[in-house]
Every structure is written in C-alpha cells, then in structure tokens.
C-alpha cells in the first residue's frame, strides 16, 4: 500500500513515534531508527565536551548531561559558560498514552544557573515532574551572578510533552521556575502537548515568577497553564 510508503507513512501511520523510534524510507515501509535516543536513567554526567566558551561551548548530548547543568552540582563551575544541545533529547518515554505514570521526576536545585543555554534549534521531550517543590520548571533558578558579572541567555530551544503539576508555594514554568537580575530568553517554541497544573500562585508558560530585569522575544507558547493565582501564558 502505498499510502504506508515514503513520507506517506507519517500522515496514514499515525500510531507510529516518527519524532524518535521509527523513520520513513522513499517507496518503501518504515524502519526503527538504528539506535533510538536513550531516556533518562535519573543519573547526573558532569562529564561534557567542550572548554564552556563562545567558541567551544559545552555540548549537552543526554538527559543525564542535562540534569548535570541544571542542578550544576550546587556549586559555581558552571557560572557564566556557553552551554549548546547536540541533538534532541527526550527525559521520559512519551511513547504511549499513559507514559506519565512510569515518568521519572525531573531535577531541582537550589542553584541559580548563570550562562548561556543553546538549544541550537533542538527538542527536549518529556520532562515531568509531580509534587510539591517550588520553583520548578527544566531550570529551578535562572539569572545573573551575585556580583553581576555575567547574566543569562536560553535561546533556540523547542519543548514537547512537557507535564508539570505542583502544590508547591510557589513558581512552576517550563524553561524555568524563577528568572530575575537579568535573563534573556530567545526563540523558545512550548508545543501544545505541555501542560502545568499548579494548585496556588505563580504559573506560566516560560517562567514560574519573574523578577526585574527579564526579557522574552520570539516566544510561542502553546501549552497549557493552569494555576490558583498569578497564572500567565509567559
């Protein structure tokens, strides 16, 4: 059937995961990619290729890799690097249906990530968390350093099948929980399939709370927020 053929496949096989499992072949079925994008383990790979400058950023190739930034291991041998995604990556299996209840909780830290942060046009897939951590999102805190020496930028970066549901104080957003004393956010695309429940206040699309100083531009938000007060689309 040739309706199940070439680039066909992706409009008549709409059970078929062709973001990360299968790919389409010209006049021919499809086939499982040769080695599927790994999910999350839960561990944290501090080990990242690259010196962290503007030429030579740090490259982020796992969900493992990731957790590492984002926590940064409390401690300040991250502040003010260049950080750049190699590739897609997925925390959780966004496969099936129910994939939400064997998800595993994303990383919070009580840290203030302090860089730059490239998605290079990639999707990260399936972040989640459930509970009662405030200021939650991919990031806990993002901003500029204590002294004011280096600010933060998050640009070119794609989210899908995100899901974050908080009883938590305060702060739930995708890219970040909090973001004050200068932050930039560029090019952020929340697909439609991302969702946050918050039962009290501070909601939004990018950040949880906003404090002075934060900048959005080419933003398209298209999940959903839900929250007791304070909610917004950004």
Same mark, same amino acid.
């Given at each position: 059937d040739d309706q199940m053929k070439g680039e066909n496949a992706k409009a008549n096989m709409t059970g078929f995961d062709?973001?990360?499992?299968?790919?389409?072949?010209?006049?021919?079925?499809?086939?499982?990619?040769?080695?599927?994008?790994?999910?999350?383990?839960?561990?944290?790979?501090?080990?990242?290729?690259?010196?962290?400058?503007? %030429?030579?950023? $740090?490259?982020?190739? /796992? =969900? !493992?890799?990731? @957790?590492?930034? *984002?926590? +940064?291991?409390? #401690?300040?041998?991250?502040?003010?690097?260049?950080?750049?995604?190699?590739?897609?990556?997925?925390?959780?299996?966004?496969?099936?249906?129910?994939?939400?209840?064997?998800?595993?909780?994303?990383?919070?830290?009580?840290?203030?990530?302090?860089?730059?942060?490239?998605?290079?046009g990639h999707t990260i897939d399936g972040l989640y968390y459930k509970g009662s951590q405030r200021v939650m999102g991919?990031?806990?805190?993002?901003?500029?350093?204590?002294?004011?020496?280096?600010?933060?930028?998050?640009?070119?970066?794609?989210? %899908?099948?995100? $899901?974050?549901?908080? /009883? =938590? !104080?305060?702060? @739930?957003?995708? *890219?970040? +929980?909090?973001? #004050?004393?200068?932050?930039?956010?560029?090019?952020?695309?929340?697909?439609?399939?991302?969702?946050?429940?918050?039962?009290?206040?501070?909601?939004?699309?990018?950040?949880?709370?906003?404090?002075?100083?934060?900048?959005m531009s080419n933003i398209a938000m298209n999940g959903k927020v839900a929250g007791g007060s304070n909610v917004g689309?950004?």
């Amino acid at each position: 059937d040739d309706q199940m053929k070439g680039e066909n496949a992706k409009a008549n096989m709409t059970g078929f995961d062709f973001a990360w499992i299968w790919k389409t072949v010209e006049n021919s079925y499809p086939v499982t990619v040769a080695n599927p994008v790994n999910v999350w383990d839960g561990t944290k790979d501090y080990n990242l290729e690259g010196t962290g400058s503007t %030429t030579d950023p $740090y490259l982020v190739k /796992t =969900a !493992a890799q990731l @957790a590492a930034i *984002v926590t +940064g291991n409390n #401690s300040e041998a991250f502040t003010g690097k260049y950080f750049k995604l190699a590739n897609d990556i997925r925390i959780n299996d966004t496969s099936s249906a129910n994939w939400k209840a064997f998800a595993l909780d994303w990383v919070w830290a009580d840290f203030r990530f302090v860089g730059t942060f490239d998605g290079n046009g990639h999707t990260i897939d399936g972040l989640y968390y459930k509970g009662s951590q405030r200021v939650m999102g991919l990031f806990s805190y993002v901003g500029a350093d204590n002294n004011g020496t280096y600010k933060t930028t998050i640009k070119n970066l794609n989210m %899908t099948n995100a $899901y974050i549901e908080s /009883t =938590a !104080a305060d702060g @739930a957003g995708f *890219v970040a +929980g909090q973001a #004050s004393r200068v932050a930039y956010f560029d090019g952020i695309y929340i697909d439609d399939t991302c969702e946050i429940n918050s039962t009290v206040k501070g909601a939004g699309g990018i950040l949880g709370q906003s404090g002075y100083n934060v900048f959005m531009s080419n933003i398209a938000m298209n999940g959903k927020v839900a929250g007791g007060s304070n909610v917004g689309a950004f």
